[in-house]
């Protein structure tokens, strides 16, 4: 985030736009759904589901999982993964407060 200036937000705020940002492609709301629906699954399950290639799909984890959005276990060869409780309840907490701090004006612009 160089050129954006980071340094000049907020903790949070940063996080938040690096969760965002990892959300921000539609493979990866997709994963996202897919765990919300298995609580937990392989990787090979996710390749499975999605019309994309296997190293796409672990390229796309890898993102989710930098963001802390999902945790992976690994199990043998394969590795596990699911939603991370405690950082999900937060991005969610924390984007509801965006949203519901927004009051509509009788007029805008």
């Avoid at 499975?48 to 796309?60: F, I, N, W």
């Amino acid at each position: 985030m160089g050129a954006t200036k980071s340094e000049y937000f907020t903790k949070e705020q940063n996080e938040v736009a690096g969760m965002a940002k990892a959300m921000a492609h539609p493979a990866r709301i997709a994963i996202l759904q897919y765990l919300l629906r298995k609580n937990s699954c392989m990787c090979g399950d996710i390749v499975q589901e999605l019309p994309l290639a296997q190293p796409t799909v672990s390229q796309h984890l890898k993102e989710l999982k930098n963001a802390g959005l999902i945790k992976g276990k690994i199990e043998g060869a394969t590795v596990c993964y699911c939603i991370d409780p405690k950082t999900w309840k937060k991005f969610s907490n924390t984007l509801r407060q965006i949203f519901d701090a927004y009051k509509p004006a009788s007029e805008c612009c």
